[in-house]
Every structure is written in C-alpha cells, then in structure tokens.
C-alpha cells in the first residue's frame, strides 16, 4: 500500500468495470536493461480483478517498491525485438475524484509527515524555486488550502493550451509557463510546482484515465499525469489538464515528478518502437484478459454513466 495514503477511510462500491493495460515493444541493438511501471497500485479507491503481464520470453526481471511505493520490475533486455504487455480487469467507483474527502485545513510544515518534506521542495521537472514571483503574484491572495490548490488548476486549464504531442522529455515547469502550451505531463508538472511554493507537498501521478460521463472526441487513449495535493491529512487530486471531477483514474505511479513516474527507463541501446494504450469501461463479465482488443465491447465515452451491482471485494 501507498506508505503515504490519505487518512483511514472505508472503501466506495465498485459498481463499474473497466479494461486497462498496454501493448510496448522495443529494439534493442546492443547490451540493455528497462525498468517498467504499468502495474495499477493497490488503492482503496479501485481493486484488480484480473490482471497479466507478459514480458518478452524468458527475459530476466525482478520486482521491487520504490520509494513512493511504486511497483517496479526491473528487465534485461535481449537483442532484437522485445514485447512486454499488460492488461487487466479493474473494479472500481462511480464516483468522482475527491468525492469521499472532507474540506480540510492545511498542515504547516513542522506538522507535515516527515516523508512528505521532499514533495514541498523544487524537482527536476518541478522547478518550483524559478516560479516564486509568478506564483505570488497570481494566487498570493488566494485563501490558502483547497481554494488556493483551485485556484491554481483553474488558471492553467484557462491559460495553458493543450497540443496533442507536443510534450518533450526535456522541459520543466517554468519551460512550459514560457511557452503557454503542452500535454498533460506539462500540466502536472506545472500544478505541483506552483503547489510546492505554499508548502503544500504535492506528487506528480500517472494512471489511466477512462472517458467515463466525459465523452472526449479526439478518443486518443494514453497514460494519463495529473497531480495530488497533501491537504490536512488526505491527498486531493488535482488535474489542470481538465479541471473538472473526473471517474475511473487507475494509479499507476506517483513521485517528484515525471522521472519517477515514466512507464518506462530504458538503459543501453534499445528504443521504444511500438506503443499502444488502453482504458475503458466494459460491462462486468464480456471481457477477459488476453481477449483481443474490441473497441466495440467499450460503454464510456459518452455523458450517460452505466453502473452495475457493486463487486464483493475483501
């Protein structure tokens, strides 16, 4: 479990499925190794009901948690071609994000968790000691806490573009408020920055997305980066990509930033040479893991929310 989480609560029902997982491959031209995250995280707010990943054939790999609690296999890689894939069956909630958390007072920072100080401090990507000014500038009047962590998701969904593929490995916060555009990554990275400057420990998050009540034209189904904010002792979910409660997010990952948050590192020659992502809901019971994909059998994307008699999860 999150050695982090938000404070003791009861799980929600899980009354809708989903399908999650991905298909990757690399080339790999000389001596290689890969570390892998696309595990969903144990989490109160969804259960695993199925899951497989396959990883090349006979490829050494090992498990371990980091430091954030993320689930990570570590691959030697093989010469040639190497094909990793994950699916699996997820139950989880009908319910929106922060649907269960109660407003909350923020901590000072002498009354923080100890391992909570280093998400109020600047990160490669979140550059938050270059953003002070700004950030004082725009939300210094702002009532500290949850309005603040608002205020702070609404001014990027209005004043930062969304452009499908422009993201770019090298880019920090204060790169992309420059440039006034980006993807997702480039969203969180800019919320938790602008989050750390008021001593509010904020994490960079990846997991999948569904497009439940929240039909999305483009239907482009990738990991998905958001950001988490520690608010008196739970942590509210914060994405400026879309700035309104969103349903079905499967954690993947979470960390300073999107160094400790990629689905993949590669060490050596290889390169990513195929990559396809999938998140949607399906009714309990039509879809299996390792089925091939049939977008067909997918009941999201749409305004209406269909939910189903709740799992029994221990």
Known sequence: MDPFASSP???????????????????????????????PRPSR??????EALTMG??????????????????????RGANYFRHDAIVATTSLPDNHHLPAASPLAPSELPVGLLRYTLPSRY????????????KFGTVEHGLPRVAAISLWLHENIEYRHLSGRADLSAWDVLQRGYGVCRDFAHLAVALNRIFNLPARYVTGHLPDIGFPCPEDQMDFHA???????????????????????????????????????????????SYFQVWAYQVARG??????PLDFSKRIDNQTVVRTEEPYSVG
């Open 9 to 39: 609560r009861p799980r929600p029902a899980f009354d809708v499925t989903l399908r999650v997982g991905c298909s990757l491959a690399y080339e790999v031209t000389g001596t290689a190794s890969l570390l892998l995250h696309v595990q």
């Open 45 to 50: 707010e969804h259960a695993v009901v199925f």
């Open 57 to 78: 054939e006979g490829l050494p790999a090992e498990s371990f948690n980091d430091s954030h609690g993320n689930r990570v296999w570590r691959v030697k890689l093989a």
């Open 126 to 137: 979140c550059d938050s000691d270059k953003l002070a000014k700004f950030a004082w500038d």
């Open 226 to 272: 958001y950001a988490e904010v520690y608010v008196g002792r739970n942590w509210y979910t914060s994405d400026a990509r879309f700035h309104v409660p969103r349903i079905g997010r499967i954690k993947i990952s979470c960390g300073l930033d999107a160094v400790d948050g990629a689905f993949s590192t590669l060490y050596g020659g290889a390169t990513l």
């Open 286 to 291: 039509t879809v299996g893991v390792g089925d």
